[in-house]
């Protein structure tokens, strides 16, 4: 079909029944596109901790200084919520285009919306993504924005947003102690109120997946991201100037440090470069839950981790100057961390 046609749909997922090749707008230049036969894909990419383990600490704070990403088994979410999670993602991609469409918004800041590729309004280049972003904390200031369809949506993605939340928690505490800081410090003393926020992101299956990205390389902006991932690879971790393909393991999820650990820790861990690709076999979903600030608090390096020696290397900002940083700027393997370098 011609191109002209094509792009009159808004949604990624759309637009793939009328095309069997990329359209021009999601063409990356030549030197910068995946490379998917020079990727590493090993069975054990990043770390792997057991949450009911022993060293928990340890292996916590070797893998957030040698990679910034892990995976954790036994961490006490229970299968039933996770498997409702991703049935109800994907029975909400599967809905009729027009019913999907009531919740589009192109405004980055909307607390709930529908949208495409990262940033429609600022972007050179689209990407093969579709996603739905929620707000869920505190979750009564938004469900009632969510989607009503699926009729289970609300109450299937509630239930998986607290279970986020707990581990979340837990994990911060732990993330705290690996860094010399007490176990409460970042939950009590650096996240102001806290924010949740998640994305459900639908990757549709791509006619030539060496010519675009799901989502190009960045960091995240947040304080940790935990990816629930279907059984489709597609993540990839950027390791000593190689990319890393994280495979899916069932029943695991995928930690990484976002920009603000890498604050309050001072760099001594590193928010690391990761990105999406597709594939031209199967639709992916992946799902992660962005555990942040509020957008009123105050985030520096923490007063314990800086002296003569280790100046601080950040100044203290506003989580929402950070945030509207982030989304005005577009996604780059440059993070938005230099802005705020002192
Ligand atoms: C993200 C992200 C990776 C994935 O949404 O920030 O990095 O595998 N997603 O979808
Ligand atoms: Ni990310």
């Not at 009911?52 to 919520?81: E, K, M, T």
């Not at 950027?238 to 995928?254: C, E, H, Q």
């Amino acid at each position: 079909m011609s191109s002209s046609m094509s792009t009159t749909k808004v949604l990624v997922s759309d637009l793939v029944s009328t095309v069997n090749h990329v359209p021009t707008n999601f063409i990356r230049p030549l030197d910068d596109r995946p490379n998917l036969q020079q990727v590493q894909s090993s069975d054990v990419s990043i770390p792997l901790i057991d949450l009911q383990g022993c060293d928990i600490i340890q292996n916590i704070r070797y893998a957030c200084q040698n990679y910034g990403f892990f995976q954790v088994v036994n961490h006490g979410v229970p299968v039933s919520v996770i498997e409702k999670m991703m049935k109800v993602s994907k029975e909400f991609f599967h809905l009729p285009e027009s019913e999907r469409l009531k919740n589009y918004s192109d405004d980055p800041f909307k607390t709930t919306r529908l949208s495409t590729s990262f940033n429609v309004k600022t972007e050179k280049f689209a990407n093969w993504r579709d996603f739905l972003r929620l707000h869920c904390h505190p979750i009564e200031h938004y469900i009632h924005e969510w989607p009503t369809n699926p009729p289970s949506f609300r109450e299937d993605v509630a239930e998986y947003c607290r279970e986020m939340r707990g581990l979340a928690l837990r994990l911060l505490e732990e993330i705290s102690e690996s860094l010399g800081l007490k176990r409460e410090h970042i939950v009590e003393k650096a996240l102001g109120k806290h924010g949740q926020h998640m994305s459900i992101n639908y990757y549709p299956v791509c006619p030539e997946p060496e010519l675009t990205y799901g989502l190009p390389g960045h960091a995240d902006p947040n304080v940790i991201t935990i990816l629930l991932q279907d059984d489709v690879s597609g993540l990839q971790v950027l390791k000593d100037g190689n990319w890393v393909a994280v495979n899916p393991i069932p029943n695991t999820f995928t930690v990484n440090i976002g920009d603000q650990i890498q604050v309050i820790s001072n760099d001594r861990y590193k928010s690391v470069v990761h990105r999406a690709v597709v594939n031209c076999n199967k639709e992916r979903i992946s799902i992660p839950t962005f555990y942040c600030p509020s957008s009123d608090a105050v985030v520096g390096p923490a007063p314990q981790l800086t002296d003569n020696d280790h100046p601080p290397l950040y100044r203290n900002f506003t989580y929402n100057e950070y945030y509207n940083n982030f989304w005005n700027r577009g996604l780059s393997e440059e993070t938005c961390l230099d802005t705020f370098k002192n």
